[in-house]
């Protein structure tokens, strides 16, 4: 419940913005610039000789949108704000020959943290059926009320190194390898439940503490059971309170403290024993109860870290058309947990869950259509059904097909134009089509199909020193997931987001 990733442009787990270039183009497969050395590795034999650096960071603003239908919460209406104000990428290649040495720095996977100041359904839902159940059982209750809160980070950061060579003329190869660090931290609590269930332990009918009021009910159920042990020790415990009245074996006054103090749960033909045993069984339930609904927090991280080979080619069959082929190994990551505070039982200190990131092949073509226009295109395939996430439903492991019918798939579109010898502009289009089914969404896990329109452009201050700049919005296609709750009408939750980027990027050239 508590997995929350950030990827923007990207599959669940993978971003694959990560540089201002992308963000400007959208369309960056067949790249024979410096960013190449995450896109088009291979092609980086293309670069003239020499040292190549590129430094570049994204500020990303999301919003999370989340409406359940659930008909027993306050306000089914959650909100949270995903901030990365620093999304950094750095590249550097050393060219020589048909030889190229090439290393990066970037973040793979996540990359934010989500702050809901409500918390989540999935964390108040529980709570929502308080006043129901405290109705049900003898003690009328109308609302609730609960400080919510809840802040997750995801960041997995990789580091690689590979080395490209051209083997021909038109075909270049790259071999490389990838070090993938991964940290989740999650932070939040539930507090101060209150309720207003009508009861002599609340004559005012106000707002109290449903822990401490259930405590309350419990010592005093439990006082009032042990009070008529006496009359049941003394043979009298088939007698209704009326009868013990009449017999004078207790006063009026005792008899309706006893049946005031059950409330609905009270009958006029209950003898004493039972009178005792409701007691009994209230003072349990309460007390039962009121652990239920005390506070709790979560302050818990967790970390890990694996490897993935990566290999590419690059064709570059005239000066006119380049092909970046690239394909990324699945990254088999176990992230264990690190837990300072968990009273929700959520996080076991030192207990590991599995969170791949998985196998992905591009494929990108860039077409030099005039000596001004390039326009390029690419896809992405993300085999999400031979990576384990980690989900589970209910509680319990499922395996990637029940949740995932079809693999993530993005596909590219991206135009360039020279405005002058030293200035183009740029543009592009990407659209994600994701393949989960409904059983993947909860209120921190979903994936949901987009559409990005991305702009911007490069300035070429000198040979050496060029300067990207890139604005992307991304729009999604809104999803839900239906639910039943016993006794109550099937409901829905739906999902949705918005995102903005603006980015920068440096490119050097030594």
Partial sequence: MFTAHTALAGGIMT???????????????????????????????????GLHLSLNNQSIWQTRKIDNSFPLLNDGHYQGD?????????YAVYKTGRLAVSAGFMPVGGGGGAEYERGLPSFETAFATVPAQLTA??????????????????????????????????????GGLRYVTATNTYKGHLRNFTVNPSHPLNAGGGMVSGSEFLNNLAAVASGAAQSVQPLIDGGAGSLTLDQAVTMELITQDQAMQLAGGLGAMYDEAMSISQVQGAYTTVSLTASGFAGELTDRRVDARQTGSAIAPLLGVNLQLSDQL???IKYEFLTKLELENDTEVDETGMFPDGAKTRSDMPAMLSVGAAYRATPQ??????????????????????GSRVANDVV?????????????????????????????????????HSDL??????????????????????VNLGFLMTFYDEDQRNFSFPGLPAFTEVYNREVMVVAFGLDLKF
Wanted: aromatic share 12%.
């Fill in 15 to 49: 971003n694959t913005n990560q540089s201002a270039s992308y963000i400007r183009m959208l369309a960056r497969d067949a790249s024979l610039g410096i960013d190449a050395v995450y896109y088009n590795p291979a092609g980086l034999t293309r670069l003239s000789d």
């Fill in 82 to 90: 995903v901030t990365a104000p620093l999304f950094p990428s750095v």
């Fill in 137 to 174: 059982f003898g003690l009328p209750t109308t609302a609730y009320d609960i400080d919510i809160a809840f802040e997750g980070s995801s960041i997995f950061f990789g580091g690689q190194l590979g080395v490209s060579y051209q083997i021909a003329d038109m075909v270049d190869v790259y």
């Fill in 322 to 324: 380049n092909i970046g």
């Fill in 373 to 394: 226009l390039n326009i390029a295109g690419g896809v992405h395939y993300y085999f999400d059904k031979s990576a384990d996430y980690g989900k589970t439903i209910d």
């Fill in 404 to 440: 995932i019918d079809n693999n993530f798939i993005e596909l590219a579109l991206g135009l360039e134009y020279d405005v002058t010898q030293n200035l183009l502009v740029s543009a592009g289009y990407l659209r994600t089509i994701t393949g989960v089914n409904e059983k993947y």
């Fill in 445 to 466: 896990s979903h994936s949901l199909s987009t559409h990005s329109l991305g702009l911007g452009g490069r300035y070429a201050i000198n040979e050496m020193v060029a």
